[in-house]
């Protein structure tokens, strides 16, 4: 019996220590400038801005985005990395806009499904993004402007256990910075 008594003012000490009396209703927000900024309302303060992000429209936007009505992801079949023929003229799409700008810059990430350890599944993926690195590579653009890394099983694209699950997240996508 004297054995729990600490145990349980160790507990309540550490949710009283976890409370605060802060009200976070009534935090002063400040701008980037040290300015106060209101925190009653939508525009109080701030009338005429709706504070909407303008989209940007600039070449680098562009480089960003990818091809356009062009997919990014290349599926694999289970514990392969090799690129089916479906997957042929994305890739090709892909090139042309790479090569089309010299600053244009695409991360290919490997991904696996959840089957297999951890290590093997990073060296699948790893592998994965190899393989749509060097078609890209074979079809003219050059090595410093692609880089192939490795998320193994740890962003399934979809949740699940069945084979419609493990089949979307057996793929590399390709991304642009």
């Not at 991904?111 to 993004?129: I, K």
């Amino acid at each position: 019996m004297f054995k729990r008594i600490p145990f349980a003012l160790a507990v309540l000490a550490l949710v009283a220590g976890c409370s605060s009396g802060v009200d976070l209703d009534k935090v002063p927000v400040e701008d980037k400038n040290g300015a106060p900024l209101s925190t009653g309302g939508a525009n109080a303060g701030n009338a005429g801005q709706s504070g909407v992000q303008g989209v940007d429209l600039s070449q680098s936007a562009i480089d960003k985005a990818g091809p356009q009505g062009v997919g990014r992801v290349v599926y694999f079949d289970y514990d392969s990395y090799v690129i089916k023929p479906e997957a042929q003229s994305l890739i090709e799409a892909h090139a042309r806009f790479i090569k089309a700008g010299a600053a244009r810059k695409a991360v290919i990430e490997g991904h696996t499904d959840e089957r297999g350890g951890r290590e093997y599944n990073l060296a699948l993926g790893q592998r994965r993004a190899e393989a749509v690195r060097r078609a890209l590579g074979l079809l003219g653009v050059s090595d410093n402007q692609i880089e192939a890394v490795s998320f193994g099983e740890e962003k399934p694209a979809v949740q699940g256990y069945g084979e419609d699950a493990y089949s979307k997240n057996r793929r590399a996508e390709i991304s642009y910075r």
